[in-house]
């Protein structure tokens, strides 16, 4: 399937905002929020807008922290879905169901709104990517994590180590983790997550290819990558979305850092560093 897909797939490195205008009549927002003890501490007294499926499972999650971050993530979503829809839905009202492979997607019932949405969070920080009338998928990890030798050949293909080991820098280490943040962007853009191998698809051939220039009118998906720089750690963050033409220059992110800004829906912007693979 992704060798079918492949051939009008191609890695764009055009500069793309908070809000980024597609040709099929979408805009996207990539959001944030701090997942701290300050606003982990008030994600209960939040809890009311969750669903019994969501009480549900993490209430069986025994490990408190992880409960906590489950939490906060379910609670996040709802929260920054209502702000993108500018308060036209209340957090409570959302509804969600399991789509095609497993990829969480909003209720039919919400189909009028067009909307797409994908959540990852590592750590203390919790980023989602929402736009309307095409999918979208979005990974976040901490640019120090580590891949080591063994891990990096369940989760790359022969072609992608090569590239990586083209693309390492002398003296330094090869950019797993900026090559594995684009690629699990890739496979939940897909749908498919982590459920299948990552091995069975390859992004080299995306990342290799000749970026297309902004404004450009050829219809095509495209990687984005940058680095963020917030709550004194830097992240790799990337996004697999379609495009086809990207307006305004400004690279930032929509952030919520704590519980009074998410109800209010008025985060604040932090910058954003456009990264290349090539």
Known sequence: QDRELSGWWRYTDVR????VRTGLGGTMKLLAA??????????????????????????GIDSEPVRLQALASAILKRYL????AHGNVRPRDWVFETGWEGKPVLSGRFSHLHLHFNVSHCDDLFV?????QAPVGIDVEPLDAVIDDMTAQTLFTAEELRLMRQLAQPDQKPPRVRLWTLKEAYLKFLGVGLQKDPRDFDIS?????????AGSDSAD???STWTLQLLGSSYSLSVARFETSAVGSEEAIFCFATADELRAGAGHRVRLQRETMT
Do not use: K, W
């Open 205 to 213: 051939t995306l990342i290799g290819s000749d970026p297309n220039p």
């Open 81 to 84: 879905l209502s702000a993108y």
């Open 16 to 19: 793309s905002g908070p809000q």
């Open 128 to 132: 989602m990517a929402v736009q309307r």
């Open 34 to 59: 701090s997942m701290q003890s300050g606003m982990l501490a008030s994600m209960p007294s939040l809890s009311a807008v969750m669903d019994e499926r969501e009480r549900s499972v993490c209430a």
């Open 221 to 223: 998906s495209f990687l």
